[in-house]
């Protein structure tokens, strides 16, 4: 899948219908994600992030506007097999092992598991899961889960990776060895990135730009640029400049 | 554990008593033997055995392999298209409501050999496994599917990743029950004549020899070939799929939304209500039956309404229309109101329904139509057999279904009342009646077909009177016309006594703010 792996929202707008009530999910919303870019989106609770996180993947269809990976639509380009996805319930078949979990995807786009074996044990290591390749994910906790979950979504080495708060269910240590570690594969990878979270440190700490939403209806409120060089160590949480910026960002959110 | 040991000792209890009562004669005199002779009996007739049990395993394996492949087929087909489960709508309420008895008769003049038996007991597997399938499909998480679909996975993906396996708890509940079902079945073909050997030609056959240990012998011979096989698939169930959790009959065809204008509504549905008589036209044409044994739809109503014997054939029929009808209405809703008054018994004394559930489940497993014979020995050739025979089969799963729906309402909720003070009487009528009603009429949509399969039996075998007599008597004569007739009443009448139950709920049940249950 070479060429474009930008991601591209045009004016979209979202409504549902909930107990014969009709109300605007996400309105007309536009953004665009350069190819190799991190984007990282945040807002408050119900703010419609989910959402079009799922219209980016085809899951499900905008009311109006129009939704571009590269030039594909969202259904073409998930059936590219160039994208990746980590859901924040981490949605593990519970009858398949680690190692099976992790492949699904290949089964999913028709690629052999045989020619992906030195992959999953590479993102089985990566995770820090080595030792339970054959595990079920009952037998695992909620944070090994949610590993697993990472590790499927890199499995394809996609060019256009999109997460969605995948770090939610980990505690604040692990989070800050994971973010660290998605910096690296993300740089190694120049994947196309859009982050949902709603860690503000997170947010800036990964992001090329932070997107901060509004809610009722969803709206992007204001974009903000993330200035600090790569790659980012691990002493950025804790530098004055990066507080300097998380400080813009609550602002953000709140005053918005 | 201590539920397992007071069971036993029920168990032995009972044993102890029984052989009382058989020692001493004292139930009718003599129709209950002793356990003990009983299996003397057995034991004498053990030669006999092999070839009867043999022709009914037979019929019913192939019947289940048959039957269960057929519906989680068609399981498959609904959810990939909900147009095709609408479609296929009047198919499957005819298959859930159709009393087995009364075409068994049609399958042995259709068609020949072991394969009358085999359909009968395919049919038994059908509706129950195909629901589980559908229901097992329908209910695959959610977020799952969203994995497969947000990598390009199209419908057979999801099916092939996700929902085939995940349904497999609820298929293997599906066969639990068919698995009894389908030796029922084919103990009812054989009442249907055919063959010389199978437990239900067995069982006819020494039912006129006064011979009331060899008639026990070989009820308790099929009540275990079915009770084996349900274990079997509880445990396979609970090996493979870890599902331990009580199933339950369906009582309902499984509907998945769709959307459709109206027009498109009205077009399915009548097109849905034509299909089973196309399917039926095409079989006997397909199937090359002569003409003067098969009966398609305008044969049938030749029959009925035109031909010179036209006036005879109707006051026949509506003569045994009037003998059937009324008796079976009486015994649904004497078993449905057994049931109901033991279920809420059950919630006012717990334990007694620890006791009773285990039991009432494996009633359910037996193949207790088939076992006719047994209460005819016990309660002689009068109405009461009827009306007994009856109440035995729609009473048990009717508590059993109503009995679960009072156990689903949250503790809480009972103790609200009971907090303002409220005595058990109160909170009956307060809580577990109201609560109870959806579980009624889903009682009520289950027991329906069993009732009507029950009284056609008891008629035919037993009283004499009625449709199921009409469609014996009218195998002697060769009476094909009456043959197809009864048979497609019989359906017919059990088909619009379910939409009649159904139309019922759906007017009742919204109004006092309850959804129905399946
Ligand atoms: N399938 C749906 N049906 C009805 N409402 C929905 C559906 N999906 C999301 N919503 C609603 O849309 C709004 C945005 O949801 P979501 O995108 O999940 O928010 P976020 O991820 O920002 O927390 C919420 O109010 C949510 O309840
Ligand atoms: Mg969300």
Redesign the pocket.
């Known amino acids: 899948m070479a060429g474009d792996r930008s991601i591209s929202f045009r004016n979209v707008s979202k409504s549902?219908?909930?107990r014969g009530e009709r109300?605007t999910?996400?309105d007309d919303v536009s953004m665009d994600c350069p190819p190799g870019s991190f984007t990282a989106l945040i807002?408050?609770?119900?703010?419609?992030?989910?959402?079009?996180?799922?219209l980016a993947l085809g899951l499900?269809q905008p009311d109006r506007g129009d939704i571009r990976i590269g030039r594909l639509a969202p259904r073409e380009a998930t059936a590219s097999g160039d994208t990746g996805v980590a859901f924040q319930d981490p949605a593990l078949l519970p009858w398949r092992n680690v190692e099976a979990n992790i492949a699904l995807p290949l089964d999913v786009i028709g690629k052999p598991r045989s020619a992906f074996r030195d992959r999953i044990a590479e993102l089985i290591d990566l995770v820090g899961l080595k030792g339970f390749e054959k595990s079920l994910p009952g037998e695992l906790s909620g944070g090994m889960r949610q590993r697993a979950s990472i590790a499927r979504a890199l499995v394809t080495r996609p060019g256009i990776l999109f997460l969605?708060?995948p770090f939610g269910a980990l505690d604040q240590i692990l989070r800050r060895q994971m973010n660290i570690e998605l910096q690296r594969i993300w740089a190694d990878s120049k994947a196309t990135t859009l982050l949902?979270t709603h860690g503000i440190d997170e947010a800036v700490f990964l992001a090329d730009r932070v997107v901060v939403?509004q809610?009722r209806p969803?709206r992007i409120a204001t974009v903000i640029d993330v200035p600090f060089a790569r790659p980012r160590p691990k002493e950025l949480f804790t530098s004055p400049a990066f507080h300097a910026l998380n400080d813009v960002v609550t602002t953000a959110l709140h005053g918005a | 554990m201590t539920l397992r040991a007071g069971w036993l000792r029920n168990l032995v209890i009972l044993l102890a008593l029984w052989e009382l009562l058989g020692r001493l004669h004292l139930v009718a005199s003599g129709a209950l033997p002793a356990p003990s002779v009983i299996l003397l009996k057995l034991w004498a007739d053990r030669a006999d055995y092999p070839p009867h049990v043999l022709a009914t395993l037979e019929a019913s394996i192939l019947g289940f392999l048959v039957g269960n492949a057929i519906a989680i087929a068609a399981g498959v087909l609904f959810v990939l298209s909900p147009v095709a489960l609408r479609l296929a709508r009047g198919v499957n309420i005819a298959i859930f409501a159709l009393p087995p008895i009364a075409i068994s008769p049609v399958l042995v003049l259709t068609l020949s050999g072991m394969t009358p038996r085999v359909v009968l007991a395919a049919l038994g597997c059908y509706f129950t496994t195909m629901t589980a399938t559908v229901l097992g499909l329908t209910q695959a998480d959610a977020r799952s599917l969203d994995v497969v679909r947000a990598y390009g996975g199209g419908r057979w993906s999801m099916m092939r990743l996700v929902q085939l396996r995940s349904a497999l708890p609820s298929m293997l509940g599906g066969l639990r029950i068919a698995a009894p079902n389908a030796v029922l079945g084919a103990i009812l073909a054989e009442f249907g004549g055919g063959g010389r050997f199978g437990l239900g030609t067995y069982l006819l056959g020494s039912l006129g020899r006064a011979d009331p240990p060899r008639l026990w012998g070989i009820g308790l011979t099929a009540t275990l070939i079915a009770g084996l096989a349900y274990a079997a698939f509880a445990i396979l169930g609970n090996h493979i799929a870890g599902a331990s959790r009580a199933v339950t009959i369906p009582a309902a065809a499984p509907s998945l939304p769709g959307r459709h204008s109206r027009l498109a509504s009205i077009l399915l549905a009548l097109a849905a209500i034509a299909l089973p008589l196309v399917l039926w036209w095409l079989l006997l044409k397909g199937l090359g039956v002569p003409e003067m044994i098969a009966r398609t739809p305008a044969g049938i109503i030749d029959y009925l309404f035109l031909a010179d014997s036209a006036g005879s054939a109707q006051s026949r029929l509506l003569a045994a229309l009037a003998e059937t009808l009324p008796i079976t209405l009486a015994g649904l809703l004497a078993g449905l109101a057994f049931a109901f008054m033991l279920a809420l018994l059950v919630d006012v004394a717990p334990a007694l329904g620890r006791s009773l559930m285990p039991v009432a489940l494996v009633t359910q497993t037996m193949p207790l139509v088939a076992l006719t014979p047994l209460l005819v020995l016990l309660l002689g050739r009068g109405t009461a057999v009827t009306l007994w025979i009856t109440i035995s089969v729609t009473f048990f799963p009717s508590f059993v279904t109503i009995a679960q729906g009072i156990m689903m309402v949250p503790r809480p909720a009972l103790e609200v009342p009971r907090a303002y003070g409220a005595g058990k009487l109160k909170e009956l009528r307060l809580v577990a009646i109201p609560a109870s009603l959806p579980y009624l009429f889903a009682a009520l949509r289950l027991a329906v077909p069993r009732a009507l399969l029950g009284v056609m039996i008891a008629e035919w075998l037993a009283t004499g009177k009625g449709l199921g007599n009409l469609l014996n008597q009218s195998r002697g004569y060769l009476d094909y016309g009456m043959i197809w007739t009864v048979a497609v009443v019989a359906v017919l009448i059990a088909v619009v006594f379910h939409q009649v139950v159904i139309f019922t709920e759906r007017r009742v049940l919204p109004r006092l703010g309850m959804t129905t249950v399946e």
Do not use: I, N, Q
């Not at chain 1, 807002?43 to 799922?54: E, F, Q």
């Open positions: 549902f219908v909930a109300f999910a996400l807002g408050p609770s119900g703010c419609g992030k989910s959402t079009l996180l799922r499900d969605d708060e949902v939403m809610s969803g």
